[in-house]
């Protein structure tokens, strides 16, 4: 498929802008993380930023986002404010959940993010639930859930697009397929190398992408949210893309490949997307001034973060069951 988009400078600016904003954010946070200043366990998306960008451009306020274990930037494309964000990540009163989620918690229901998980494939029905609901409310929205090609392995994985297809249900589901679950290679889990696979005998349409190529995962991903809108049933992205960190901060990533890993460096989703603008004409001043004013923000974030209180202990359980009153309703 062509990428008529490449021409629209606007939106290819926008997408290096988020690229570049989950990549600061990733690499932020990894430092935090690595001198223990991040509570739990931290997975950092690193090399994928283009699958978080390219998909949730595509989407609307109103329609619902699930994610995993590696949710940060998928969070931050639906448009979560990096302040709460990451002040959410290192348990702050300021952050998105109050500080109660961390890292792999975050919801921003006021923002269609309903929430990541560490549970792997069980972010997988949440969204189904949704997208159920927007059905039989009538309502004009989609639920899209993110995860690993890990997932692929779940039980419920399968039962999803089952169900999916059976009942119409409006979810686009994508696959990240980074090729390594926690650290086992998929070919030593698996004789299916596209996850994608799966879902084609439930009649569901998939495309398969490169997911280092943003323009090429807005353009599969508007097609498939178009077909879901119209279609109403669900559709199935897979993204080949690559996790240029270690599965969570702290693995010594004794199964990488350093080949592999140096040839997966060449084809950085973010650099890639600024060769392209270069040769598009785009100044080289101008990304610069769009990363510094990515980089101030988050400057301001981590000060305003670091000097926010953590919840208090008499409060810990606070807010952690929702009832309707305190639940924030999407646009
Ligand atoms: C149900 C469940 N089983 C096992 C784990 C342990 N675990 C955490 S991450 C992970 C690998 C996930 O791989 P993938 O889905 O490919 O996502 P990636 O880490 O590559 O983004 C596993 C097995 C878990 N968290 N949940």
Not at 83 to 99: D, H, K, P, Q, W
Not at 288 to 302: G, S, V, W
Request: proline letters at 5%; one cysteine or more.
């Amino acid at each position: 498929m062509s990428s008529p988009e490449v021409g629209n400078q606007d939106l290819c600016l926008s997408l290096y802008r988020m690229m570049v904003r989950i990549r600061l954010f990733e690499e932020q946070v990894g430092k935090l993380a690595a001198a223990g200043q991040v509570p739990g366990l931290t997975h950092l998306s690193t090399g994928q930023e283009a699958v978080a960008a390219g998909v949730c451009a595509v989407l609307r306020p109103q329609d619902y986002l699930f994610s995993g274990h590696r949710a940060h930037g998928h969070t931050l494309a639906k448009g979560s404010p990096v302040t709460a964000v990451l002040a959410e990540i290192l348990g702050r009163e300021t952050g998105l959940c109050r500080g109660r989620g961390g890292s792999m918690h975050l919801v921003d229901a006021a923002r269609g993010m309903l929430g990541a998980t560490g549970v792997v494939g069980g972010n997988i029905p949440l969204a189904l639930g949704a997208a159920w609901a927007a059905q039989v409310r009538g309502e004009d929205r989609l639920a899209v859930v993110f995860f690993g090609d890990g997932a692929s392995g779940n039980g419920v994985f399968h039962e999803s697009l089952n169900l999916a297809s059976l009942w119409r249900l409006p979810v686009l589901f994508v696959c990240e397929n980074n090729g390594v679950a926690e650290f086992t290679q998929r070919e030593e889990h698996s004789r299916v190398a596209f996850t994608s696979e799966f879902a084609k005998p439930y009649d569901i349409p998939v495309r398969v992408v490169d997911g280092n190529d943003v323009l090429a995962v807005y353009t599969a991903a508007q097609a498939l949210v178009h077909w879901v809108r119209q279609a109403g049933g669900p559709a199935y992205l897979e993204c080949q893309t690559y996790r240029l960190s270690g599965h969570y901060v702290g693995d010594a990533q004794a199964y990488r490949d350093k080949a592999e890993l140096a040839a997966w460096r060449e084809r950085d989703p973010l650099l890639r997307l600024q060769r392209q603008l270069l040769a598009q004409g785009v100044p080289a001043a101008e990304l610069t001034a769009q990363a510094e004013a990515e980089r101030q923000a988050l400057a301001q974030a981590l000060e305003l973060a670091r000097t926010a209180p953590p919840p208090a202990a008499a409060e810990a359980s606070a807010y952690v069951y929702s009832c309707a009153r305190e639940t924030p309703t999407c646009p």
